[in-house]
């Protein structure tokens, strides 16, 4: 590992988790260890419609709309859209030509959800 | 060699090279032929409204984007000057300047702006700054002048469209001639007269994968069935569905102003019904409504739908029941 690296994935380029220090077990799950340079941030921007998520999306959900839902707490119209089916594979972000976090937006509506229902239930 | 501290983020890793501003230049670039096919024709006049139409766009989004505290980089991606080439495209080349800078700002301002900036627009930006001057100044968006190419000594003339809905030129046999429309050299508005540029212009953006093939493959279907419909009953009475395709706005709606991402379902069976539903009113217009040219009020009337298509075309979720 050069000195050069910034950035320490754990599994695939698209699903892998990034890691804080280099004191993490490889176990039997562990596919792939990746390293490279801090990438450049690139801009965001506004939402353009393009479509491209929705028709990338293995499960056939619309993550432009999930990511718009879980941006502003709309946790139920995000389930009806099935949020909570998203498997995170990651296609939807990587299409975006905005740039758009649409994985990241995702989780939180998930969490959001999640956090709710076990308020609920206590 | 570090031991940690490195960079935490959310998967994905890699994206795609793509972008907004690399989407939009795409489209510049293939909207170039109809620009040089129309500067061709109606040399500098063109050139004069091409400009200032681009210019007043760029000064109004950045004016907007000033007024709305938006950060300044999303005046380059490009949007603007989209709006205000597609706006050109569409203005008869004997407008005045000024009438295309007014309709660049409503274009902007009204279009595009007022709803949120680029993404949150209903209708197309270009088509509500064109139906705004059709509106306020019906005259001046009605006098076609004949192209420099064309040699004929008359000051106007009307479009092919034109003839065909008021001096019934397919029973006069005045009909303008496939090749004519082809090449462009028939009186219009500036984009639109020469259809093999702009379709040269489609093919590349769909090549590209910029814009959604169902959405001119769609178009052009349901025109040329439901103007075939009435052409193989009575030819001597319609025209043919060929000249329905390739006269007036139709390519340059079909391809570039319909395909827009913001204004166009999200869903693939949302981009067929949308599609379908412009050429049925571009047919209805067209053979019985009371304008000649229907593409800019078919696709800003399909652009209403556009919220309602993607909320009840929602696509069947991997191992969801079908509804019984």
Redesign the interface.
């Given at each position: 590992?050069?000195?050069k690296?910034?950035?320490?994935?754990m599994g695939g380029?698209?699903?892998?988790?990034?890691?804080?220090?280099?004191?993490v077990p490889v176990v039997k799950g562990t596919s792939g260890i990746?390293a490279w340079e801090?990438?450049s941030i690139?801009?965001e921007?506004?939402?353009?419609?393009?479509?491209r998520c929705?028709?990338r999306c293995?499960?056939?959900?619309?993550p432009?709309?999930l990511a718009k839902y879980a941006k502003f707490d709309k946790t139920t119209e995000a389930e009806a859209?099935?949020i909570l089916?998203c498997v995170?594979c990651?296609c939807c972000?990587?299409?975006?030509?905005?740039?758009i976090?649409l994985?990241?937006w995702i989780?939180l509506g998930k969490n959001k959800i999640t956090s709710l229902k076990r308020e609920k239930r206590a | 060699m570090p031991d940690k501290g490195f960079l935490l983020q959310s998967s994905p890793h890699f994206l795609d090279k793509d972008s907004v501003p690399r989407i939009m230049y795409t489209v510049v670039i293939s909207l170039s032929p109809a620009v040089f096919a129309s500067v061709y024709h109606f040399r500098f006049r063109a050139l004069g409204i091409f400009l200032s139409c681009i210019l007043a766009c760029l000064a109004t989004e950045a004016i907007f984007l000033w007024l709305r505290r938006k950060p300044f980089f999303s005046l380059w991606d490009g949007s603007a000057v989209i709006t205000g080439l597609l706006l050109a495209m569409t203005l008869p080349p004997s407008l005045s300047l000024e009438l295309a800078v007014i309709g660049s700002i409503v274009a902007i301002a009204i279009g595009k702006q007022v709803f949120g900036g680029l993404g949150n627009n209903i209708f197309n930006p270009a088509l509500v700054g064109r139906a705004f001057l059709q509106t306020a100044f019906p005259v001046a968006m009605t006098t076609w002048t004949p192209p420099v190419t064309l040699k004929i000594d008359i000051a106007t003339f009307a479009t092919p469209l034109g003839s065909l809905k008021f001096q019934n030129a397919v029973t006069e046999g005045t009909l303008a001639p496939i090749k004519n429309l082809l090449l462009g050299n028939v009186g219009g508005c500036l984009g639109e007269t020469s259809a093999i540029a702009l379709f040269l212009g489609g093919l590349y953006l769909l090549s590209r994968k910029v814009i959604d093939w169902r959405i001119p493959l769609g178009i052009l279907l349901s025109l040329s069935i439901f103007t075939g419909i009435f052409w193989l009953s009575n030819p001597a009475k319609y025209a043919s569905p060929l000249f329905h395709i390739l006269g007036g706005g139709l390519m340059i709606g079909a391809f570039f102003m319909a395909t827009d991402m913001v204004t166009s379902p999200i869903t693939p069976l949302g981009s067929w019904i949308y599609a379908l539903g412009i050429g049925l009113i571009v047919g209805l217009i067209r053979l019985f409504g009371g304008f000649p040219e229907g593409v800019m009020y078919s696709i800003l009337f399909m652009n209403t739908f556009v919220p309602l298509l993607n909320r009840y075309t929602r696509p069947r979720i991997l191992g969801e029941r079908k509804k019984t």
């Open positions: 590992l050069k000195d690296a910034g950035i320490l994935v380029p698209m699903m892998g988790l990034t890691q804080w220090t280099m004191a990746l801090v990438p690139q801009k921007h506004e939402c353009i419609r393009c479509g929705v028709v293995p499960m056939s959900l619309m432009t709309l859209y099935g089916d995170e990651g972000q990587y299409s975006c030509p905005a740039k976090s994985v990241h989780r | -």
